[in-house]
Nanobody, 125 residues
Framework: QLQVVESGGGLVQPGGSLRLSCAAP????????IGWFRQAPGKEREGLSC????????HYADSVKGRFTISRDNGKNIVYLEMNSLKPEDSAVYYCAATLYYCKATLSRDDYDTWGQGTQVTVSS
């Protein structure tokens, strides 16, 4: 059964960068569209970005467009989320998720079936 694992979170200063990774140990991600989401305390889980299996379809939420970049390396079975110009309001637990369907601009959590445990990102000076 597919399981996904996030890594790369941590503490970063405002304006800094982090790169998150999403992997599936013992399994392959290459056949799944992948989405990135985040959830801050007291807030709903927010869809940030998704990428289809061949990287030809990518969507971003307005809140991260121009600052975050999603990519995938199917040879390594990893999906990345490069985050630049980070702001304190980007602090949250970040999740990757796999779907059996496709990457849609709506970035709805309801479309995703398999979730990781999340990785904490804290943006603070």
């Amino acid at each position: 059964q597919l399981q996904v694992v996030e890594s790369g979170g941590g503490l970063v200063q405002p304006g800094g960068s982090l790169r998150l990774s999403c992997a599936a140990p013992g399994y392959g991600l290459s056949g799944y569209p992948i989405g990135w989401f985040r959830q801050a305390p007291g807030k709903e889980r927010e869809g940030l970005s998704c990428i289809n299996t061949n990287s030809r379809i990518i969507h971003y939420a307005d809140s991260v467009k121009g600052r975050f970049t999603i990519s995938r390396d199917n040879g390594k079975n990893i999906v990345y989320l490069e985050m630049n110009s980070l702001k304190p309001e980007d602090s949250a637990v970040y999740y990757c998720a796999a779907t059996l369907y496709y990457c849609k601009a709506t970035l709805s959590r309801d479309d995703y079936d398999t979730w990781g445990q999340g990785t904490q990102v804290t943006v603070s000076s």
